[in-house]
């Protein structure tokens, strides 16, 4: 797919914002560490700097990309940042720990299990609430190993100050949890060393606003095709004679219409109506002052409405118009 820069109108300030910061990142993609990101993540990544107020330019949040996939990260600092920005951020408890004798090689002899730090959020209501983050050693701590390229081991901070490191975890955590719409999705450093999410999976890559606009113009585009399709549909069948004959409307009993039968031929006459007088009257050109007489003399002071059939008879023999 062809990478173009998101338009806007600028009409949202949050999306002309962001992508004045877009526009600013351009030009330092290799200074800042973005140079692998593709046009539509880096749109995205200033999106998110505009929305958790972090500075990209000084490295309070950043994009790093594994296996194809970006996420975005900052330190305990920008995260207490972004939540004492809310307004809502009422602090946090020193962390408390769960010590483990797992003697595993790989950790130092002394480490904590689990870290545990309640982070406090005031709502508007002015009621207080707490939210415990936690983090886990086995699941965050790096492997023990030093690459080719390295100078030290990719775990050393955590060797260094093991605690620190999982209780810095443990607090991102529950700043996630008390602040979810200003630092959902958004890890710090520490979290991401192992490339895993607290919950030990790989974070996946959130779609840039390119690439779901494109998806949803793509199914609105597929979704029109399907409205405009033609369906060949068969040939009607010719409506057999027998069928023409027994209903006086076939061709819409032949498209699902209530059928009216034909009725037989009958050797008495129709019976006599207005209409029928009337047309009787014009085809015999009867003089008027006699069909007016003769209409007083039988309905009398009676309406139209109230004249039965055979007042209309009556009238017909009177004219001698048959029976």
């Given at each position: 797919m062809t990478e173009t820069a998101l338009q806007t109108s600028?009409?949202?300030?949050?999306?002309?914002?962001?992508?004045?910061?877009?526009?600013?990142?351009?030009?330092?993609?290799?200074?800042?560490?973005?140079?692998?990101?593709?046009?539509?993540?880096?749109?995205?990544?200033?999106?998110?700097?505009?929305h958790t107020g972090l500075d990209p330019f000084t490295r309070q949040i950043y994009a790093i990309k594994r296996g194809g996939k970006v996420t975005h990260q900052t330190g305990i600092d920008g995260y207490r940042s972004s939540a004492e920005r809310t307004m809502q951020y009422a602090g946090s408890d020193e962390a408390t720990?769960?010590?483990?004798?797992?003697?595993?090689?790989?950790?130092?002899?002394?480490?904590?299990?689990?870290?545990?730090?309640?982070?406090?959020r005031i709502l508007a209501s002015g009621h207080v609430i707490e939210q415990t983050g936690v983090a886990r050693w086995h699941e965050l701590k790096p492997e023990h190993k030093k690459p080719q390229s390295a100078y030290d081991f990719l775990d050393a901070m955590w060797w260094r100050m093991p605690f620190n490191q999982l209780a810095k975890c443990a607090e991102a955590n529950g700043l996630r949890k008390a602040f979810p719409r200003v630092l959902g999705d958004v890890?710090?450093?520490?979290?991401?060393?192992?490339?895993?999410?607290?919950?030990?999976?790989?974070?996946?890559?959130?779609?840039?606003?390119?690439e779901r606009a494109a998806e949803k113009a793509a199914a609105i585009g597929a979704a029109e095709r399907v409205e405009a399709r033609v369906i060949d549909l068969p040939e009607p069948e010719p409506i057999p004679a027998e069928v023409r004959e027994l209903y006086v409307n076939a061709e819409e009993v032949a498209e699902g219409a209530r059928p009216v039968l034909r009725l037989p031929p009958s050797d008495e006459p129709p019976p006599w109506t207005r209409e029928r007088l009337h047309a009787a009257v014009e085809k015999a050109k009867v003089p008027g002052a006699l069909v007016t007489t003769t209409f007083n003399d039988v309905a009398g002071t009676r309406t139209r409405a109230e004249l039965t059939e055979a007042d209309w008879r009556e009238m017909a023999l009177r004219l001698g118009l048959g029976a």
């Open positions: 600028y009409t949202d300030p949050d999306v002309a914002a962001a992508m004045l910061v877009y526009e600013r990142l351009q030009p330092l993609q290799d200074v800042l560490g973005l140079k692998d990101l593709t046009i539509p993540e880096m749109q995205l990544f200033a999106m998110v700097a505009q720990y769960e010590e483990c004798a797992c003697g595993d090689e790989g950790s130092p002899a002394d480490h904590p299990k689990i870290a545990r730090v309640v982070v406090r890890y710090i450093a520490e979290e991401m060393e192992q490339a895993r999410t607290i919950e030990g999976e790989v974070a996946p890559a959130r779609k840039s606003l390119t």
